[in-house]
């Protein structure tokens, strides 16, 4: 009995010692929270409880992986099989796979088991039921993207965990949608590893059923010098995106096709990106192989915006200098749209390259405000620069709409209102369908 309590009293001083150190981190890597003119936090995290037992799957979401095949993620706190059923009925599983299981070590945290599966070949445009470590007691099911558009995607960046995330949650929720986009910061965990699994139990909900398909943010990083030094970590683990399918050397930056006609970038802000980096160079070999006579689209997503009327942020080596480093490539391949996060607020821009308007450069839109614990940033440049078209420091969430090979609609929608009324809206013409914007 001494035993246990001396253990316990050493693990719960660990602990202690874990969060001053965190807090201390996040404090010194994050100065610039006042700077940017945001109002202190006003709401608490929202952190999900872990009522499961040891070998039950939980933090459960899926990503895409080639065209018809699918990542399946969770993790158990014992050793369990790393194996999913899967079928198109409830609890009728007539096919099976088995994955690998990883951990990982973070200072004094050590991860659970955590189990990967990839799954297919799947149908397109069909309901598949699934359980993971063959736990009979939680049945998952997910929906496939359609074969052809129209496609939808949910597009959110800078989530957290704070009741502001729960409303975002539950406003996408309520909508149809194929597909998630997430340009980075998912957790705002800031070094304290555990709020890596309760963002995971948080979006289970809605992970485990559409793909997610994120990128990194300046708070994925967590790079802590000598305690420390490999940035990533956390991200890498838990969050295994199909670079290898795309020939990225990482998965810090990745694309994919979905719907036949919509080829979808994911880039890394925060890893090298200069010309002649490795992801400048993968980059370049990326939109060289895409096919615009069968692709009409191209979505490029990253966290530091290029483009920005907000004085949170401006100026910062992520945007600036990854701007001038890969405008050009995005603007000679006729990419149509480029989504951001990392300002915390809604702005969307006119079509643009070299700062001036062009109607045949990518629109940008920065959507860094799905609820994280910093609070929205406030204020923006005046006057309004004319390139930019709308903007809102307000919590919500994006949706786009590909109708067809020529046209889509990007709807904002703010927390405060009723799902169907978008605050923002705007049609799109691909540029591949205009004369004048041929790639170059």
Not at 2 to 25: D, F, Q, V, Y
Not at 113 to 124: F, M, Q
Not at 245 to 271: K, Q, R, W
Not at 290 to 313: C, D, E, G, I
Request: glycine fraction near 6%.
């Amino acid at each position: 009995m001494r035993g246990n309590k001396m253990i316990s009293s050493m693990s719960m001083a660990n602990a202690s010692l874990l969060m001053a150190i965190s807090a201390i981190i996040w404090a010194a890597f994050n100065s610039d929270v006042a700077s940017n003119i945001r109002p202190p936090p006003q709401e608490t995290r929202s952190i999900t409880t872990d009522s499961h037992s040891s070998t039950t799957p939980q933090q459960v979401h899926i990503s895409t992986v080639g065209r018809d095949h699918m990542r399946i993620s969770w993790i158990t706190k014992k050793p369990a099989p790393s194996k999913v059923e899967y079928g198109m009925s409830s609890g009728e599983y007539d096919s099976s796979a088995i994955g690998s299981c990883t951990s990982y070590r973070y200072f004094l945290y050590k991860s659970g088991h955590i189990h990967e599966v990839v799954i297919g070949p799947l149908n397109p445009n069909t309901v598949y039921y699934y359980r993971c470590s063959g736990h009979s007691s939680r049945e998952f099911n997910f929906k496939t993207t359609p074969p052809q558009l129209p496609l939808k995607f949910i597009v959110i960046g800078d989530l957290g965990q704070t009741k502001w995330t729960e409303s975002t949650l539950q406003h996408i929720s309520q909508v149809e949608y194929d597909m998630l986009l997430l340009p980075g910061d998912l957790s705002y965990a800031d070094f304290w590893q555990p709020y890596w699994d309760s963002f995971g139990r948080l979006v289970e909900p809605l992970a485990s059923q559409r793909p997610w398909m994120v990128t990194i943010g300046n708070h994925e990083v967590e790079k802590i010098p000598i305690i420390h030094p490999t940035p990533f970590t956390s991200y890498n683990a838990r969050w295994h995106m199909p670079f290898e399918e795309s020939e990225s050397p990482s998965n810090l930056y990745y694309s994919f096709d979905v719907a036949s006609e919509v080829h979808v970038i994911m880039l890394g802000s925060y890893t090298d990106f200069d010309q002649g980096s490795s992801q400048y160079t993968w980059l370049e070999g990326d939109l060289k192989k895409v096919n615009r006579k069968k692709t009409s689209w191209v979505v490029v997503v990253l966290h530091a915006p290029w483009y920005n009327s907000n004085m949170a942020h401006v100026g910062e080596y992520e945007s600036v200098d990854m701007r001038k480093a890969m405008e050009q490539l995005l603007y000679d391949a006729r990419v149509d749209i480029v989504f951001a996060g990392h300002v915390h607020a809604y702005e969307r821009f006119t079509r643009v390259y070299d700062g001036k308007a062009n109607k045949c450069g990518p629109m940008h839109i920065t959507i860094g405000d799905g609820g994280n614990r910093e609070g929205l940033a406030r204020k923006f440049m005046d006057p309004k620069p004319e390139i930019s078209i709308y903007r809102e420091a307000s919590f919500g969430h994006g949706q786009l709409q590909v109708v067809n090979s020529t046209h889509a609609q990007w709807t904002w929608h703010r927390n405060e209102d009723n799902l169907p009324k978008a605050d923002d809206s705007v049609w799109l013409t691909s540029l591949i369908s205009d004369l004048d914007c041929k790639p170059q």
